[in-house]
């Protein structure tokens, strides 16, 4: 089955300057991947976490920096940061404009992990 998804502006969460939308996932009949939409505000940072799966972040717009293994990397427009399935890392936005990506997940729903391996409930659906 063919499906049209009509993609929403991320919204604000729980989680401080970050906003999100999920723009395709097992709700629309997907069994391997998520597609995730987010807007970071200056200055704003996702906790420390990881993931069952590999992820792939493509930056839209802004300035970035990724925090993973040790090593801090920045990144903008029109670049990718891959992260590797079970590796803990943090997306900063380090720039005077909101950081614009998109997440492509190899899961849905995505499990999130905190660094000691305790489950996030994400505030969306994954």
Known sequence: MTKIIEHTDPA??????????????AADGLSQISIWRQSM???????????DCDEVV???????????DGQVQRFGADTSVVLLKNRVHQLFNVGPMPLEIVG???ATPVATQLPDGAAIQLPWSS
């Open 104 to 106: 492509i997940f190899g």
């Open 58 to 68: 493509l930056c839209l717009s802004g300035w970035g920096e990724v925090h993973s």
């Open 12 to 25: 604000a969460t729980p989680i401080p300057g970050v906003a999100h939308s999920t723009w395709a996932s």
């Open 41 to 51: 505000a200056p200055g704003a940072a996702t906790p420390p976490h990881s993931h």
